[in-house]
């Protein structure tokens, strides 16, 4: 009775029961890692309350949950607020004053201690809700350590102002220890037969016993620690909510209107994010420097300056610099300021009354803008977020085998701006991408009167980060660029040529690479047809004789179970049998042969490095409707292209004609209505 569900945990590497409070405390504080329809929860207050009755709570102390609190003041007001919150809703429990109904376990107990641990949390709903909006979702969790419990206690507010316990979705999440290694995890509910599920704050009884149960089993007995910090740790994730949705509905139209080649819901919801958090972080920065002025920003790679327009047009005076304009420039109209010219680290380029700096996957820029901020002026501040590896002078060479190369280069753009004298920060985005780390440099490590000692260290940081001897200039100290511009050092017995002199002093780096002006198509999508025709042939032929010959009845073209699908080859063995100029040409593309394989996915399918013929019998409709243009491309493109089944494979192909989307056959051909996209943006 009451019981939602039990999980059995072995553990073998002594975690529990520290593993336990450890599971609940992201269960929590992020409890959207489990929920996928929460955006998160805003920890309200926090701190330890009486079991018996009267009595104030106390600030929390972050030993026994295995993560921090309030601290200073806000603690204090939070305990007061706690206590008070305790004292209105502990008499109203259902078996009595500060006793919970069974199966519940009571807390305390004899022996055990005279307090209890509370936290008050508000969930916060990922999506907008569809009708009026529905009062904020709070929860007072109890945590009783003496008997591995904690009890989540649904709050309701009345017309008074005052809260009350919503009886019925009282739940209890418990540890026990059965003996040697062995524990288990339950979660129980008094009154399961009244439980309420909006779906959101309250899921069902089922998805309580079944997926949370699983991962609370799972996080309590987890030794990994991750490598990067948590999600949103530096904002406020009900801000950023708030905040997120608004923006999210006012610039969704762009979706539907995206000129550009690349996926229009990824790329505006991802800029709508870091818009959403830069400008949180920014409010925050006029709450703590006493501002009344929005701040002004440069995005430096700006791409398709989709942030750049959403910052203007959020009342932050700013400009976006990209070496290649994009089509979508010409749909934001003349408020959105950008440019199309090539950055050169130096002294042309910075950028003395601006207040960031922004680089979003600025590639060759990413580890320089932190140099950029630090020698444009003493308040200039940045934030990159970090996407392709790059050096000061071309792509980055990997250093430690220990890290992944991800969290590796990461701590090289971190030590760079720890070099430029500031305080680096490290927050986790909440965006669409594989990386979504930032970091941000607001606050400097140094007075303005050490300004020439730093710009002396961060140029002997440059100088020893090239591995060959190059020529380098003899950057200037301090900002009188007029007094140094002329220092040029002499390395490896070579000199400027006269031409470049004149500059010399300005450039930081001549040999550092900016992107070219053309975007060159290296995906296998240039390459001659002749070329890819004969590599699909000769993958498609290998892949079929290398399984054994099954005796073929069927006629060609003919739909049975003898359709000869061959066998799947790692791609390293599908290497091995083409001839050496062939990958030499593929190596030259980005992702050589799995790309190209890729690309002709008519005919392959690629799984975990694994090279199979695709068999469209078995081609799964898509989980949800697509959108209207997808829709309407796939139906223009319908029998546009022959089928290469029907053309090369022995069988033929696996499907009949009336379900095949390709044309069997020249007469079937239909002349495509799409048009077909440049190959090189102009």
């Known amino acids: 009775m009451g019981v939602v569900g039990t999980a059995a945990v072995r553990d073998g590497g002594a975690a529990l029961p520290h593993g336990f409070w450890a599971a609940v405390r992201v269960w929590l504080e992020k409890p959207q890692v489990a929920n996928r329809r929460l955006c998160g929860a805003a920890i309200e207050a926090e701190g330890t309350v009486p079991l018996g009755e ?12 295995g993560g921090g609190g309030q601290e200073g003041p806000a603690a204090s007001a939070g305990a007061a607020e706690l206590g008070r919150l305790w004292r209105e809703v502990r008499g109203q429990l259902p078996a009595g004053p500060g006793h919970l109904p069974p199966p519940l376990t009571p807390w305390g107990g004899l022996g055990g201690p005279s307090e209890l641990r509370a936290v008050l949390r508000t969930l916060l709903p990922r999506g907008r809700p569809v009708g009026p ?13 003496y008997n591995g419990t904690v009890t989540f206690l649904p709050l309701e507010e009345n017309s008074e102002g005052k809260y009350q316990i919503k009886k019925c979705n009282t739940y209890q999440i418990q540890l026990a220890h059965i003996k040697d290694e062995e524990w288990s995890v339950s979660i129980v509910a008094p009154f399961p037969e009244d439980w309420f599920s909006d779906g959101i704050a309250y899921p069902k009884l089922e998805w309580l016993g079944n997926e949370l149960l699983s991962k609370l089993a799972k996080w309590s007995v987890e030794q990994k620690t991750s490598e990067f910090k948590s999600t949103l740790s530096l904002i406020s994730v009900a801000k950023y909510s708030k905040v997120y949705q608004d923006l999210k509905e006012k610039y969704k139209e762009m979706v539907k209107v995206w000129p550009e080649v690349t996926d229009p819901e990824k790329f505006v ?16 920065e006029r709450k703590e420097k006493g501002l009344t002025k929005k701040q002004s920003f440069v995005d430096l790679g700006c791409g398709n300056g989709l942030l750049v327009h959403i910052l ?12 290649r304009r994009r089509k979508i420039w010409d749909m934001y109209g003349p408020e959105t300021h ?27 820029l990413t580890p320089w803008i932190p140099v950029i901020a ?9 934030f990159v977020l970090p996407c392709c590896f790059f050096d000061f002078h071309g792509k980055y060479s990997r250093r430690q085998s220990k890290k992944t190369q991800y969290r590796e280069y990461l701590d090289f753009v971190a030590q760079v701006g720890f070099v430029c004298g500031f305080h680096v920060e490290e927050d986790c985005l909440r965006i669409p991408s594989t990386k979504r780390v930032c970091l941000i440099g607001k606050n400097r490590t140094y007075p303005p009167t050490e300004c020439a000692l730093i710009d002396k ?51 930081w780096m001549p040999e550092f690479q900016p992107r070219e002006k053309v975007e060159q198509i290296r995906n296998c999508a240039s390459l001659p047809r002749d070329f890819v025709d004969d590599v699909v042939l000769n993958v498609a032929n290998l892949l079929l004789n290398a399984a054994p010959q099954k005796s073929s009845s069927n006629t060609r073209g003919r739909n049975t179970n003898t359709w000869n699908q061959g066998e799947s080859l790692s791609l390293k063995e599908v290497a091995e049998h083409l001839n050496k100029e062939t990958l030499k040409r593929l190596k030259r593309e980005y992702g050589g042969l799995q790309t190209l394989l890729k690309n002709n996915h008519q005919v392959f399918e690629v799984l975990n490095g694994r090279v199979h013929i695709r068999d469209w019998r078995k081609e799964k409709p898509p989980r949800k409707a697509k959108p209207e243009v997808k829709r309407r491309l796939s139906a223009e493109a319908f029998k546009t292209r022959l089928c290469w089944f029907f053309i090369h494979h022995p069988d033929g192909c696996s499907l009949p004609s009336e379900s095949c989307p390709y044309a069997h056959g020249t007469e079937e051909l239909r002349q495509s209505q799409i048009i077909k996209k440049k190959k090189h943006i102009q």
């Open 54 to 65: 009267g009595g104030e709570a106390s600030p929390p102390l972050a030993v026994v949950w």
């Open 133 to 145: 909006p529905a009062p904020p979702t709070k929860e007072l969790a109890v945590q009783d350590v």
């Open 269 to 284: 919801y991802e800029d709508v994010a870091i818009a959403t958090y830069l400008l949180i972080l920014w409010e925050e």
């Open 312 to 323: 203007n047009n959020e009342g932050h005076s700013g400009r976006g610099i990209d070496v």
């Open 338 to 364: 950008l440019e199309e010219s090539t950055i050169m680290p130096g002294d042309r380029h910075l950028f003395p009354d601006t207040d960031w700096l922004i680089g979003n996957h600025s590639d060759e």
């Open 374 to 382: 630090a020698r444009s002026s003493y308040s200039c501040c940045y």
């Open 457 to 507: 260290q961060i140029t002997q940081y440059i100088n020893n980060r090239q591995t060959c001897a190059v020529v380098t200039c003899d950057r200037r100290v301090g900002f009188n660029h007029k007094d140094h511009s002329d220092g040029v050092c002499k390395e490896a017995g070579s000199e400027l040529p006269e031409n470049e002199t004149d500059t010399a002093g300005t450039i």
